[in-house]
C-alpha cells in the first residue's frame, strides 16, 4: 500500500487531503513544518509527498531543493495558494512532478496523485477495477459496468461518489463524508446535492445497488 507524505500547515486542509487519502486506501502521515517534511521526506518510507511550498521553518522550495540534491527521487505534488506563473515554474524546475493552486477539488488531487505513482519507481500498484455485489467500475475508463453487462457513463462527481461507496463496501457512508470527499471542504453542510447526486446514480446503476440508511447515509453492498 502507498504512504503519502502530506506537508501542510494549515490544519483544515490538512485534516481533508489526509482523510480524502485514506479514505481512497492510502497510507498518510502529516506534518506541518519543512524541517519535519523534510526529515519525514528523507527516510524512505514514502512514496509520494503533498507539499505546501509556505511552511514555517523552512519553506516548500527549499524542502523540495534539498531533496533533490539529495537524489530523493520520490515525487512531489506542490499543493500552494500561490497562483502566479513565476511560482509555478519554480516548482517546477525546483523539482516538483505537479502543482496545484488552492482553492482545489480533492477528485482532481487524487487523480494527480495517483498518475504520478503510476510511473514512480517502486511504488504499490493501486486496483484499476472496483467490484461490489455485480457492479463495477473501472478507474481508467470512469465507467462503471451492471450485471447485465451493461456499460454506464459517469459524470465526474457521479463517479467520484460511485468510487468512494465502493471503496468501502458494506459501510454506511454518512451525506457529511460524501460531500467532504466529493464536493470539498468548502461544501454547504445543509445542500441535499448527495441526495440528488444518489438518485442520479440509481437511475443509472440500478436502485437496488445503493441502499438507503434513515438517518445515517447510504451504503453499497
Known sequence: MNRILIAEDEDRIARFVDKGLRANGFLTSVVADGHAALDH??????????LDIGLPGRDGYAVLRELREARIAMPVVILTARDGVRDT????????DDYMTKPFRFEELLARVRLRLRSAPGSVAEPTLLSVDGLSLDLRTRRAQTDDRRTVDLSAREFALLELLLRHPGQVLSREQMLDHVWGFDFDPGSNVVDVYIRQLRRKIGAEKITTVRRMGYRCG
Open 41 to 50: 521526506a528523507m527516510s524512505g518510507q514514502y512514496q509520494l509527498m503533498v
Open 89 to 96: 515554474v519554480a516548482g517546477l524546475e525546483g523539482g516538483a
